[in-house]
């Protein structure tokens, strides 16, 4: 999981890997997980100073405790603890088999979005010829009715008028 803290309390996720998915773990300190889009809202700097021991730097990072403390929290609270440095910790994490792959199946699912991408274009591009086509073949098909209602309509004319002719024939006659 990627994720920065901004302060003791509140992490940016900007990738959830499966396995936190799967089996949460509970962090030391409450953590409001927020979205990488809202960071410019948040506005709480990461302390480099030890709440607990005024003027310490926070410089380590405690494993099981998922958390960073000076050199007296140590000595204090995390005798049994497995200590990094907190330079270390980052490091490893970014040179983790876990970033890598997260990396790897980011790369495949942009790879896959492109495909998608792709089909969605080609096939937005097919419906817009077959609905040029099927506007085409309307008006084919709206010009042949016309051409016949007109030739009806002048075939009605015609009727009538030999109608109208024969009538006054036989009427003078």
Known sequence: MKKRLLSRGVMIVRNLCVDLVVKPRRFALPHDVIDIKDLST????????CKAHT??????????HDTITCHVCISESHKECDINHIEKA????????????????????KSVIEKVKEEYNELSTKINHDKDQQHKRLIQLRSTIDDRLNQLYKNIDTHYNQGVEKYQATQNN
């Open 42 to 49: 948040v506005n709480k700097p990461m302390s480099k100073i």
């Open 55 to 64: 003027g310490q730097k926070l410089i380590f990072f405690c494993v099981k």
């Open 90 to 109: 980052a490091k490893g994490i970014k040179d983790s088999a876990a970033i890598h792959d997260l990396k790897q199946r980011i790369h495949n699912q």
